[in-house]
């Protein structure tokens, strides 16, 4: 496997990004993988890691950069009233939709202008935070994001600016929304009113809810780690992958 970190210029500063990349022939289509909410960490590296081993180019930015370089949290970022989760959720709360689509741009015109990935149709995946992340992007760039898929996405039916609740029926893409049973990110309620919206929309794809599963469960480090379903996450992704930009 070819890896690097690098920066990405955007119009808010130098975006520290994971690339990873087979070691062999190429170029391979691009993906790009949007982080949760405890931030960047060697359990998300190993992540695009076994992504990038099945034939593509990975890129896994952080996105937290706008508040510096000092934004890699430890273990205890999921413990309430912690140092790190203090610090996390300082950031994580200010995070809103349309600065991430900036940042999707500029990653889109790197892959452009640098060749470290086949050009043409990308995929977007986005985990917890990122999950409405990637799906805005499918609408937004819709002539060029061929997949998007959102785990356990937060608030994916809100009142914020570029909610993808609204905006399904503009991308042209193919669309997983993948959800856990138990979430209080993501009650019930709201998934019913995602679907509800989600088949009204026309768009292509389908709304997936893991029955026992909790929100995270596909996080290997995680407390609600559901192995089953951790391997139907990469089952269901990597077919959508496949099926839309090869």
């Given amino acids: 496997m070819i ?18 990349r087979p070691e062999r022939d190429g170029p391979y289509p691009a993906v790009l993988m949007l982080m949760d909410a405890p931030g960047i960490r060697e359990e998300l590296y190993d992540m695009a890691r076994r992504l ?36 996390m959720r300082a950031i994580r709360t200010k995070m809103t939709i349309p600065p991430v689509m900036s940042d999707i741009a500029a990653m889109l015109e790197h892959i452009d202008r640098t ?14 935070m990122s999950g409405p992340y990637a799906l805005a992007a499918a609408a937004r760039y819709r002539d ?17 600016e570029e909610s993808p609740h609204a905006t399904l029926g503009q991308a042209k893409g193919e669309l997983y929304i993948s959800c856990a049973e138990t979430d209080d990110l993501a ?29 995270g469960f596909a996080f290997p480090g995680r407390w609600c780690y559901d192995k089953p379903a951790a391997e139907r996450h990469w089952e269901r992704l990597i077919a959508l992958y496949r099926r839309a930009i090869g």
């Fill in 3 to 20: 890896e690097a970190i690098e920066d990405i210029a955007t119009s808010d500063g130098a975006m520290e990004t994971f690339f990873v």
């Fill in 52 to 87: 990038a081993a099945v034939g593509y180019s990975v890129l896994l930015p952080n996105l937290y950069y706008r508040a510096g370089r000092d934004t890699k949290y430890g273990p205890d970022v999921l413990t309430k009233g912690s140092a790190d989760h203090t610090a």
């Fill in 115 to 128: 060749g470290i990935a086949r050009p043409g149709s990308v995929g977007v995946h986005g985990y917890c």
């Fill in 144 to 160: 060029r994001v061929a997949a998007a898929a959102s785990f356990y996405g937060t608030w994916i039916v809100s009142d914020a």
């Fill in 187 to 215: 009650p019930p309620d709201m998934v019913a009113e995602l679907k509800r919206l989600f088949d009204a929309s026309g768009a292509a794809g389908e709304l997936e809810v893991h029955p026992g599963t909790h929100h």
